[in-house]
């Protein structure tokens, strides 16, 4: 639920629509000076349709210098961004050989295993001198090695669940498992606010797609009633699987899924459940075991536990974690085991590593020490920004804090601040989140030490009052320290 | 002053910003600082300037609702490349209050319009050909109707 001041909400509108306005008679310039000048296709077609790439040229190119920042060092709380320069007003970036050393709230290292690890690394690069960098074939071919094996167990293990399937790609893991585990005549329930790749997998499936109100599962039990009711399209056959997708942390909005709930009204009405816990796994909960342990809910409820290595484990790939013989029906029919090229074996190793080290199987408690400092680190950070009078959004103990900009001026203004203070944040805007809700949102890590988040709060709340986003009246300070007084006293 | 967003169901990002509140205020603050502007400018009466701020208004939505097709952005691959953002919004269901909202708006803009000028000629001629060509184009019968294939697929 997000508060909006009302003249904010009116005066973004308004500056929307004079962007649009100002794009579109640049378009229609362009058209006339064109018009003079001959065009040079030879008789192809233009790559894309006149207005598909409207927002981008106009709108997105004007502050390219925010987006895509190349780093040239390890994403630890720490990183190297690479400096660039524009001579035609962002429209081409250029980029030098300096670099700037800022604070890094945008990666997603929740754990701190971005960089250096004094157990998983010299692993890896065993791992990598036995086994070279890639397998160079796919999983049924020669692409399985003893590793991959391992790494299968262990994530089905820390999972809880009886076996698991892993693939390369995290976004791809989801799009092309999602078509081969229902098709034309089957439902899928999404959440409004699930990611691209699952949308993608959902449109790639042929199956019917209904999409209820981002985490409410009293809208799901209305659109399931209302579904099963209504039958398929046009024939009004019973649906052949229904499965509903939901997200453990929702990587826009640090909102944490009411997974219980939405279990309990799936077994009423014999649905599916498909958990996607790309952020989750291995940042929350007391083991890192993801929403299930953090909410208590049974790993045997939900039937399909899909995870990323990405975010917390600093690998790369995905999994599918079910029972046997769901996995045992992926391996024969999933192309991205059939066809796919395996992930490679040093990045298995690194999985495997960062499991043994969360688990503590490494022989210290760094793993348990890790958790911990995530857990604080992110209830610190989201407690002090609330207190400063910003509007971030995302559950308690949730790593990912968006603070809400809304103007699409204040998305480069934010950034740019941020960054001449040797801070690095994300901000993201129109399409990724809705027109309305820009933000800049802020993964914490375990590796921020206490100095670094309160470095940060200093330039957050710098740049806040810069350009005017402390949306809320800050929480009064002198009073406390009053009260602190009496009572030591 | 503060207002609460719900999150809505329209996967269509095109379309979504309208269901979110203070949409309708700013366009009607928009229709009538533009009103301001053309008073300021062209130095006309004011039945004048509602007469261009109509005319501009169906112009503009014009082409921005009923001839424009598909979305500024290639997110969505290109599924929505046949309809109009007329046809886009609350995800092609007919009368709903969106809708009409947007029906009622120029018609209230004619009827000021018309009203401020007397009802005279040439205005009234102008003024009445623009509102029956939006409200027609805005009927729940001609959703996805193309006349003579104006604006139709190649």
Not at chain 1, 46 to 56: K, N, S, V
Not at chain 1, 307 to 318: D, E, M, V, Y
Not at chain 1, 416 to 422: A, D, M
Request: charged share 20%; hydrophobic share 40%.
């Amino acid at each position: 639920m997000i508060t909006i001041p009302y003249l904010t909400a009116v005066s973004t509108y308004f500056s929307y629509g004079l962007l649009f306005a100002f794009g579109q008679l640049r378009d229609y310039s362009r058209l006339i000076f064109d018009w003079c000048s001959t065009n040079n296709l030879q008789g192809y077609a233009p790559i894309c349709l006149a207005h598909e790439d409207f927002y981008i040229r106009r709108l997105y190119h004007r502050i390219q210098d925010c987006f895509n920042r190349p780093i040239s060092s390890a994403p630890d709380s720490w990183v190297d961004v690479i400096e660039r320069y524009s001579n035609d007003n962002n429209k081409t970036l250029k980029r030098t050989t300096k670099s700037t050393r800022c604070l890094n709230l945008g990666s997603y290292n929740y754990l701190g295993f971005g960089s250096f690890d004094e157990y998983c690394t010299p692993r890896v690069i065993e791992s990598l001198k036995k086994f070279s960098a890639s397998t160079c074939s796919s999983r049924v071919d020669a692409g399985t090695t003893s590793v991959h094996a391992e790494l299968e167990e262990c994530v089905a293990k820390y999972v809880g669940k009886p076996a698991a399937i892993v693939t390369g790609m995290g976004f791809a893991t989801n799009s092309a498992i999602i078509p081969v585990l229902i098709g034309k005549g089957g439902l899928i329930i999404s959440d409004s606010l699930n990611h691209t790749s699952i949308v993608n997998g959902a449109r790639g499936s042929g199956a019917t797609i209904r999409v209820f109100q981002h985490n409410t599962p009293a809208h799901l039990e209305r659109v399931l009633k209302e579904q099963i009711a209504e039958g398929q399209p046009r024939t009004h056959r019973p649906w052949k699987k229904i499965i509903v997708v939901v997200e453990g942390i929702y990587s826009m909005e640090g909102e944490i899924c009411q997974l219980p709930e939405i279990v309990s009204v799936c077994k009423k009405y014999k649905a599916y459940v498909y958990l996607d816990e790309a952020h989750s796994i291995g940042a929350i909960g007391k083991t890192g075991r993801g929403v299930c342990e953090l909410l208590g809910v049974d790993t045997a409820d939900v039937d399909i536990m899909m995870g990323t290595f990405t975010k917390s484990f600093g690998s790369c790939g995905g999994y599918i974690a079910g029972s046997k013989e769901l996995i045992q029906y992926l391996k024969y029919h999933c192309p991205a085991h059939l066809y796919a090229t395996s992930i490679s074996t040093p990045s298995a190793q690194q999985i495997i590593s960062a499991i043994k080290v969360i688990l503590g199987e490494d022989g210290s408690n760094r793993g348990a020490q890790k958790l911990a400092r995530i857990r604080e680190n992110s209830n610190f950070f989201r407690a002090e920004l609330q207190k400063m009078g910003f509007e971030v959004l995302g559950d308690n103990d949730s790593p990912v804090m968006p603070i809400m900009l809304y103007n699409p001026a204040k998305i480069p203004a934010f950034s740019r601040e941020c960054l001449r203070e040797n801070v690095a944040v994300v901000v993201v805007g129109f399409p990724a989140t809705p027109l309305l809700l820009a933000r800049a949102r802020i993964c914490i890590s375990a590796s921020h030490s206490r100095e670094d988040l309160i470095k940060a709060l200093k330039v957050i709340s710098k740049a806040g009052d810069l350009t005017g986003i402390k949306y809320f009246p800050a929480a009064p300070k002198k009073q406390e320290e009053e009260k602190d007084r009496i009572k030591l006293d | 002053m503060y207002v609460r967003a719900l999150p809505t169901t329209d996967v269509n990002r095109n379309t979504e910003w309208f269901t979110y509140p203070g949409v309708w205020t700013t366009y009607i603050i928009i229709i009538f600082f533009s009103w301001l502007l053309v008073l300021s400018v062209f130095h006309c009466s004011p039945g004048m300037a509602w007469t261009i701020v109509h005319l501009a208004h169906f112009t503009v939505t014009y082409h921005s609702f009923h001839w424009k097709k598909g979305t500024p952005f290639g997110d969505d691959q290109g599924i929505y490349n046949r309809l109009t953002w007329w046809e886009q919004i609350d995800n092609g269901k007919q009368l709903t209050r969106n809708r009409k909202f947007l029906t009622v708006v120029p018609i209230v803009l004619y009827l000021i319009a018309s009203h401020t000028t007397d009802y005279q000629h040439p205005m009234l001629f102008l003024n009445t050909l623009a509102v029956f060509v939006m409200v027609v184009m805005k009927f729940p019968h001609m959703h996805k109707v193309r006349i003579f294939g104006i604006n139709g697929d190649q």
